[in-house]
Nanobody
Framework: QVQLVESGGGLAQPGGSLILACAASGSISSIYAMNWYRQAPGKQRELVAGIITGGRINYADSVKGRFTVSRNYAANTVYLQMNSLKPEDTAVYFC???????????????WGQGTQVTVSS
């Protein structure tokens, strides 16, 4: 039983900024990773950024240098700072958390409802 609550989506102008936040709550033993995905109309859902326990961070090539992902471990919250936004960033952004409950090695994935980000002048 894990719930993810996303916030921060909305409308931004090209070159503008938005901050997304995702807070996880519920029965959590250990969070292996917290990620942001996005899906634009007619396109596949893609990984935007992720942060793994221990600090390893991954970014999609399309957002490197513009987006920054961070995690508050105590609050089970992940953030996505989006700068220099482009119209191509327009999509529904989904929070994803991977939870591990030992002794199982399986990673259970949970998804947020999604928050709309629209970049337009």
């Amino acid at each position: 039983q894990v719930q993810l609550v996303e916030s921060g989506g909305g409308l931004a102008q090209p070159g503008g900024s938005l901050i997304l936040a995702c807070a996880a709550s519920g029965s959590i033993s250990s969070i292996y990773a917290m990620n942001w995905y996005r899906q634009a109309p007619g396109k596949q859902r893609e990984l935007v950024a992720g942060i793994i326990t221990g600090g390893r961070i991954n970014y999609a090539d399309s957002v490197k240098g513009r987006f920054t992902v961070s995690r508050n471990y105590a609050a089970n919250t992940v953030y996505l700072q989006m700068n220099s936004l482009k119209p191509e960033d327009t999509a529904v952004y989904f929070c994803n958390v991977g939870v591990v409950t030992p002794p199982s090695r399986n990673v259970d994935n949970y998804w947020g409802q999604g928050t709309q980000v629209t970049v337009s002048s």
